[in-house]
Nanobody, 124 residues
Framework: QVQLVESGGGLVQAGGSLRLSCAAS????????IGWFRQAPGKEREFLAA????????RYADSVKDRFTISRDNAKSTAYLQMNSLKPEDTAVYYC?????????????????WGQGTQVTVSS
């Protein structure tokens, strides 16, 4: 079992930055890859970024690849999503998820464990 807890969300003005954290517990952190997703009101959940167990491999959605950066600190069992140049359309609930797959994946169904989400609101 893996437990994931997101933090770092909040209200920010357009153009601002936030760093989300995903603290993990349970299985050893290095046994799984981490993905970040978001869900805006009335929309389906969408993939944002993923990172493999070592941090050597990452993958991004085209919509955020120039603005968001995923990273992880295995010593702290924590993953991060640095979000810059935020836009009102980035407003959503942000989730981190864990998968035992060795390769990074953007497929929601491949993730076995999910956090409860953290709200990000970007004002114009």
């Amino acid at each position: 079992q893996v437990q994931l807890v997101e933090s770092g969300g909040g209200l920010v003005q357009a153009g601002g930055s936030l760093r989300l954290s995903c603290a993990a517990s349970g299985r050893p952190f290095t046994t799984y890859a981490i993905g970040w997703f978001r869900q805006a009101p009335g929309k389906e959940r969408e993939f944002l970024a993923a990172i493999n167990w070592s941090g050597a491999s990452t993958r991004y959605a085209d919509s955020v690849k120039d603005r968001f950066t995923i990273s992880r600190d295995n010593a702290k069992s924590t993953a991060y999503l640095q979000m810059n140049s935020l836009k009102p359309e980035d407003t959503a609930v942000y989730y981190c998820a864990a998968t035992g797959l060795a390769l990074v994946t953007m497929m929601e169904r491949e993730y076995d464990y999910w956090g409860q989400g953290t709200q990000v609101t970007v004002s114009s």
